[in-house]
């Protein structure tokens, strides 16, 4: 379990807004959701032939491509861990993914955090002592940005290393959740990201409820924490039952293609 | 979960950007009505709190964006009922910048008796529209528009028709004919108006004042738009010369860069009453107070307003002036204006040429010019058509608003003569940059001029007390939540109901309150009991009207309860926060019937340390309700006293006794850690919320009972504080005193100093020491320790209500009574915080775990009196009965924020009628003389048939005014002061007898030294009766000098002497009265005479000796002189038809209280003084701010 806790310093990464002032009404939020609700989730798994497996998610208007490639053969020796496999992600964020076009560098700090979070927490729960002396490579790449990249990483990394076939304990369901307007509130976008506002992303194992991955963006009251961590952990539950419907649907579809072998 | 979600594709045409945010349509979006057909109504499936529209409307409104736009005031008016205000106005007036207009509309929403609420069409599939390709966002608008009324048709069934307003489209657009059966009809306000309100001029006047408003602006515009015109087409072309010397605001990114970088300061503009031309905001704490000085630099800013100020260069800073401002009326406000400009610039030179003269005291201030306003703060303002202009053509006028220190108004009317010499309510609308004053439009009148109805009603909104508050009506539906109560049939407790609460009806209860107390809040027992083997333990209860048992939270009394936030005490009415069968009746804890109360009891041993404590639901049967003398007579050792019978006396008396004993211990031990005592002092800070009402009214040296009583509320709300915070510790309702501020103190200390006394004011403790020093060390000197003491007060911060969770533990503190923990219970029926306080405990004590409220909550020792509070103790669980709102510590934060406004407002609203009553006091005297004096002159009746008490207003033509000085003659009220405050062209003088405090001017306008030669003859202190007597011819060549803060010295050449006007003389003064027609009439003083110090301290012993003893007598028949009869008084006095006999009456009355006067310097009796006293108290506010 990886727990951060860090300034909110994100003007990298942040799509641009003006300064908005949204007033809740009716318990609705500024996009119309409730507070419990999470934004429209779409995936589809092999998306790309060239990788061994590959996802595509939306979440919302957030949109993020993820391809993995392995277990094969460790590229560079340094890498070369004798008992379990290594795993490098590789993040990336369209220049047209945000409202202002930007190309940004490789060596951006908070790029790097973010693949770093997404390794840290698949490293536990991917198998890697049955791949020893082997990598794996997981690249992401943001096509639209609308808030809450990191969970959308998470689970499109989850899908894209099942696509690929790499044993894994569990699946690896992430959602945010935030404090906005003194209350609580699921899967923010980006409007609800840009104030101040204190946010969590919580990365689940849905089956043994373990946690995975904790991080903080910003101030919260220590009090709300248990309140907030609840919101994210239902999230999480929720989105695993979609991610989980789009693998069984993909090897279904698999299934009718295959030649029947009776 | 919804998830069919549609992508709105919003462009920002300013940034040329194409922002996308997607919006989800939902299908469970409420109606937010009565009528709803869906069972269970589609309001409670989402479970969302809000207004809902009536059942039984005869329609419902719903204006569309233009309507919104512009005529948004109206909406607001409390008339009109049953609107439904759709998101996509809202968001419309959130796009076009029109915050204020915005906040204003959604406060109508959250008031549930406007029945107004918030549809959200953005977000409702069934309203939601796409905007087409090259459609105008009024266009796009008006179909959501027209979307929502049908929607709202189909989901009602049609039972209630839906009228769109709008002044830009008609039916015509709804449907494309003019007649149809939807039952939704497309109106322009004023068809609307024609149609509903035929019978309401005020509606239809205030549409009136708004359309010109409008029109004005749209000309504006035009002309502007022309002016740029023409000069884009003649670059050479000279600007319109702008004569007004204001600019141009700086763009807001500019002021927010600036304030940011520290080159622009920001806050809120306030103005100086007494000096017009000074502005001034607090910047932070690296400069301090910023001045701004004169109308330019000021640029159209008004009080109030947040602003953002740029720093002048360094030689234009100046030191503040010190004058007296002499003409406060604004008559000739542009020359005073001028006037008083050049004086600072004199006095600023003059101090930088004489810069040796004690530079500490003289600081230089930095001055400031308004380059931007952050947000405007403008209200509904009461003011007068300026003098003559009801003659003149044309139809643009300027009003003098009451409130000195708002600007002159320019408004737009029609028939002016209708307006003459009445108060109006005005707006302000705009403030264009080439214009002197800002434009504003009249919204309704109130009433003529001086009119005490008039007057009160201007208090009332000048302070914003609501206006069903000041028509003193609850809602039918309130009303219908009330208990029955008639005299056949009388209210009585619910047998079910009392098998809950803890029965103490046998227990001799008693409540000791001003005479004629209608709304009783509190009860007291107390019993000698044994406890557990110890004998001479104290069973010490106090009971509180159980309010929050009859008003049920959320509901309509409530809800309208929340709004009033307090009763509002004036001087000659109140304005209930509970409709009277509660407040007087069910509530109030009246002898001899059954009453509900919430209860504390604690268990005390001998030593008065808190064994355990008791908190719950009780019922009672008060024994007796007795008044403050007649509890001081039984424990004075009387057997029987006046008003009750021999049996009841000796039955209570050893209660009160021994009630007396055990709060003098209690009392001693709270004082041992440092509460602030200022006992015989009105400036009774400490228990300021107990003296809130007029009732209240304690005589000069307050009985002992006073103090008995006050010490037990103090002890019942420090313990529920205690409490409700370990039930809830993000939302406890809690009062918090601050710490004063050290350098608040300098007026105090140099006062002190000036006696040669010291005060140490680290700490409350070290303050309270002290000050009981100074009362040993002068005792004798009543009028000097009450000044002092008043001092102490005006260093105080504001007590104030919060929210726990809000803030840090360490900030509950309550500065004045020394204790951690402090909050307001003791008086729910005047009191919404006490209400809810009532709640939380209630919550505290019905956790699921206990049965009843008899499952008592002992912690013993824990949270003992003597002992310090354990911060950290026992959290109880949250208790899950207790609603959301209670919990919710934003929301009680809100709530508290309200009340400490509505706290704040009601001072002030008390402070002004107190005034108004201070003069009309004073007129009333003054006139009688001059009616003794001339024989009666008609035109100065003191009494006219129609209820004006106001002279003719023939008094305000210019062609009278030369005869001032010729009435100034004939000196009317002459009375001794204290001189409380010197500034440098005069001093301030403090009557005791009126509680008034009033200039006096030693130079003249032209800055010439006028001492009148009176002071010669009668600085020997005596001073014989006869009034207007005195020589008020000005000595010649006067020349004199001041020490700030202490003293001014006067030489007079002629009698080669000089005289000392030192800080806290006595001197006598002459009592006038500035007539105004646009302000209300202020009292002003002329010196006569001063007292010499020898003399009064001498004297002024003995006679304070005598005073004492005489006040002993006299407390009896003093303290039944209330403020109501004093008020009557004043009325009678003025309804005496025969100006004669009033005059004959009131000459004799005057003569008996100035030779009265001459012996002794506060003889009680009908001295309004007492009356007043409370009200020192708003001086606090008035200071700090």
């Not at chain 1, 318990?27 to 590959?54: P, V, Y």
């Not at chain 2, 996308?20 to 009565?34: A, G, T």
């Not at chain 2, 007004?244 to 809120?268: C, H, M, W």
Request: proline share 4%; net charge neutral; glycine share 6%.
């Amino acid at each position: 379990m990886l727990i951060s806790l860090q300034r909110k310093d994100r003007a990298s990464l942040e799509p641009a807004q003006g300064s908005f002032s949204h007033h809740r009404q009716h318990g609705l939020r500024i996009d119309g959701r409730r507070t419990t609700e999470l934004r429209k989730i779409r995936s589809i798994t092999s998306t790309l032939s060239q990788a061994d497996g590959s996802a595509y998610l939306e979440h919302g208007n957030t949109k993020i491509l993820a391809a993995v490639y392995g277990p094969r053969e460790v590229r560079s020796k340094t890498n070369i861990i004798h008992e379990r496999c290594y795993i490098n992600v590789e993040f990336s964020m369209a220049p047209f993914s945000t409202t202002e076009r930007r190309r940004r560098a490789k060596t951006d700090k908070r790029m790097l955090e973010i693949a770093q979070f997404v390794k840290q927490s698949f490293e536990p729960v991917v198998l890697t002592q049955i791949y020893p002396r082997s990598q794996v490579d997981i690249y992401l790449q943001i096509l639209q940005h609308d808030g809450g990249i990191l969970e959308a990483c998470i689970n499109a990394t989850t899908l894209a290393l099942m696509d690929a076939g790499v044993a894994m304990e569990d699946y690896v369901c992430a959602c945010t959740a935030g404090w906005i307007d003194k209350e609580p509130a699921l899967d923010l976008n980006s409007v609800e990201e840009a104030q101040d506002t204190s946010e969590m992303t919580v990365a689940l194992l849905p089956k043994s409820g373990k946690i995975a991955l904790l991080q903080m963006e910003a101030r919260l009251h220590v009090d709300k924490l248990e309140e907030v961590l609840q919101l994210a952990s239902d999230g999480c539950r929720q989105i695993h039952t979609v991610l989980d419907r789009t693998i069984r649907d993909r090897a279904e579809d698999l299934a009718h293609k295959m030649p029947s072998s009776s | 979960m919804h998830w069919e979600s549609v992508h709105f594709r919003k462009t920002n045409k300013n940034t040329v950007v194409k922002r996308v945010r997607e919006v989800y349509l939902r299908d469970d979006i409420p109606c937010l009505s009565s009528l709803c057909p869906l069972s269970p109504s589609c309001k409670d499936r989402v479970k969302i709190d809000s207004s809902l529209l009536s059942s039984n409307a005869t329609h419902y409104l719903l204006p569309d964006s233009s309507v919104v736009l512009r005529y948004s005031e109206l909406l607001e008016q409390e008339e009109l009922t049953d609107i439904i205000l759709t998101e996509t106005v809202l968001q419309r007036l959130q796009q076009e910048d029109r915050q204020r207009t915005y906040k204003s509309l959604r406060q109508v929403a959250k008031d549930s008796r406007r029945r107004t609420v918030v549809f959200s069409s953005e977000k409702c599939s069934a309203t939601a529209v796409l905007r087409r390709p090259g459609e105008s966002i009024d266009e796009h608008d008006w179909r959501t528009l027209a979307k929502t009324a049908e929607w709202y048709q189909a989901h009602l069934s049609h039972k209630v028709p839906t009228i769109i307003l709008s002044e830009e489209f008609s039916q015509l657009d709804l449907t494309g004919r003019v007649q149809d059966d939807t039952g939704i009809t497309v109106m322009t306000l004023k068809q609307y108006l024609n149609s509903y309100w035929q019978q309401t001029p005020v509606l239809h006047d205030l549409l009136d004042s708004l359309k010109e408003a409008i029109l004005e602006e749209d000309e504006m515009m035009t002309q502007q738009q022309q002016q740029r015109h023409t000069s884009q087409s003649l670059p050479g072309a000279k600007k319109p010369s702008n004569t007004t010397g204001y600019t141009d605001y700086k763009p807001l990114s500019e002021l927010e860069a600036g304030v940011k970088s520290e080159r622009f300061f920001q806050g809120v503009l306030k103005v100086r009453p007494n000096h017009r031309d000074q502005a001034f905001i607090r910047g932070d704490s690296r400069i301090g107070e910023i001045v701004i000085v004169g109308r330019e630099h000021r640029n159209r800013a008004v009080h109030g307003d947040i602003v953002v100020v740029e720093l002048l260069n360094k030689s234009h800073w100046v030191v503040p002036s010190t004058h007296i401002s002499y003409d406060p009326d604004e008559t000739h406000a542009v020359a005073a204006e001028e006037e008083e400009e050049q004086q600072l610039v004199a006095s600023t030179t003059l101090s930088s040429t004489s810069s040796s003269s004690s530079p500490s005291t003289r600081q230089v201030k930095p001055t400031g010019r308004v380059v931007g306003i952050v947000t405007r703060n403008w209200r509904s303002y009461v003011a007068t058509l300026q003098e003559g202009a009801e003659n003149e053509s044309g139809a643009f006028h300027l009003v003098l608003p009451l409130d000195p220190v708002i600007p002159k108004i320019r408004i737009r009317h029609q028939s002016p003569k209708a307006l003459a010499h009445q108060r109006i309510v005005v707006r302000i609308d705009s403030w264009p940059v080439d214009s002197q004053y800002p434009n504003g439009h009249f919204v309704r009148r109130l009433g003529p001029a001086h009119d005490l109805d008039t007057e009160v009603t201007a208090i009332l909104i000048e302070h914003g007390i609501s206006v069903s508050q000041s028509a003193l009506s609850f809602s039918e539906g309130a009303l219908k939540e009330m208990p029955v109560h008639t005299p056949s049939q009388p209210w009585g407790p619910d047998p079910v109901e009392l098998r809950q609460r803890r029965d103490l009806r046998n227990e001799v209860v008693f409540s000791i309150d001003p005479p004629n107390c209608q709304d009783i809040d509190d009860a007291i027992s107390i019993k000698e009991v044994t406890v557990s083997g110890k004998k001479g333990c104290i069973e010490l209860g106090v009971h509180i009207a159980d309010v929050s048992f009859f008003v049920t939270e959320n509901g309509l009394t409530d809800l309208e309860a929340r709004a009033r936030g307090t009763t509002v005490y004036l001087s000659d009415r109140r304005f209930d926060m509970l409709p009277k069968v509660l407040s007087e009746q069910v509530c109030s804890l009246r002898h001899h019937v059954d009453r509900y109360a919430m209860s504390v009891i604690w268990t005390l041993d001998a030593e008065a340390n808190v064994l355990s404590t008791w908190y719950g639901r009780t019922v009672i049967r008060s024994t007796c309700e007795m008044e403050y003398e007649q509890a001081q007579g039984l424990l004075d050792g009387k057997s029987v006293v006046p008003g009750l019978d021999a049996q009841l006396c000796k039955k209570l008396k050893k209660h009160v006794v021994l009630l007396a004993e055990t709060m003098r211990k209690i009392r001693a031990k709270r004082m041992a850690k440092g509460g602030l005592e200022l006992e015989s002092s009105e400036v009774k800070f400490k228990f300021q919320e107990e003296e809130n009402s007029i009732k209240d009214i304690v005589p000069k040296q307050p009985l002992e009972v006073h103090q008995i009583i006050e010490e037990a509320m103090v002890m019942a709300n420090s313990y529920v504080a205690q409490r409700i915070y370990q039930g809830f510790h993000d939302s406890a309702v809690l009062r918090h005193h601050p710490a004063p501020v050290q350098s608040h103190f300098r007026m105090l200390l140099k006062a002190a100093e000036s006696r040669g006394l010291s005060i140490d004011t680290s700490s409350n403790l070290a303050l309270a020491n002290s000050l009981r020093d100074c009362t040993l060390k002068c005792g004798d000197d009543i009028e000097f320790l009450r000044l002092l003491k008043t001092m102490a007060t005006m260093a105080m911060s504001e007590a104030s209500y919060i929210s726990a969770g809000a803030y840090p533990v360490h900030d509950y503190a309550h500065y004045g009574l020394a204790l951690d923990f402090y909050t307001h219970f003791t008086s729910p029926i005047r009191r919404y915080a006490d209400l809810l306080v009532h709640r939380q405990l209630w919550a505290c004590l019905s956790q699921p775990s206990s049965p009843s409220s008899l499952a008592s909550s002992k912690q013993s020792g824990g949270v003992g009196g003597s002992e310090g509070m354990d911060l950290d103790g026992p959290s109880s669980s949250s208790s899950s009965s207790s609603s959301a709102l209670l919990k919710n510590g934003a929301k009680v934060a809100q709530i508290c924020d309200h009340l400490n406004y509505k706290n704040r407002e009601s001072k002030f609203a008390q402070k002004d009628s107190t005034e108004l009553f201070q003069t009309l006091y004073v007129l009333q005297k003054t006139t009688g003389h001059r009616n003794s004096g001339r024989g009666g002159r008609g035109r100065l009746t003191s009494g006219r048939e129609d209820g004006r008490m106001e002279v003719d207003s023939g008094e305000y033509a210019p062609a009278e005014n030369g005869e001032e000085e010729e009435e100034e003659v004939e000196i009317p009220l002459v009375e001794t002061g204290l001189i409380s405050e010197i500034r440098e062209n005069g001093f301030f003088v403090f009557v005791p007898r009126f509680g008034i405090k009033g200039p006096v001017y030693l130079r003249d306008k032209e800055g010439r030294v006028a001492i009148p030669a009176s002071v010669m003859q009668n600085s020997s202190g005596h001073f014989a009766g006869e009034e207007g007597r005195y020589d008020s011819s000005m000595l010649e060549g006067c020349t004199m000098e001041t020490d700030q803060l202490t003293q001014t010295t006067v030489y007079i050449p002629g009698h080669h002497k000089k005289l000392e006007f030192r800080l806290f003389d006595k001197v006598r003064v002459g009592l006038h009265l500035k007539k105004s027609l646009a302000h209300r009439h202020s009292i002003y003083m002329t010196l006569i005479g001063l007292e010499s110090t020898t003399t009064s301290k001498n004297v002024g012993a003995q006679h304070a000796k005598q005073g004492r003893q005489a006040q002993v007598e006299k407390d009896m028949a003093m303290a039944r002189l209330s403020n109501q009869e004093l008020v009557r008084d004043i009325r009678q006095g003025q309804e005496v038809a025969a100006a004669a006999a009033a005059a004959v009456k009131q000459k004799k009355r005057g003569k008996d209280k100035n030779t009265a006067l001459s012996f002794e310097q506060s003889k009680p009796g009908q001295s309004l003084h007492d009356v007043l006293e409370p009200f020192e108290r708003s001086r606090i506010i008035e200071s700090s701010l």
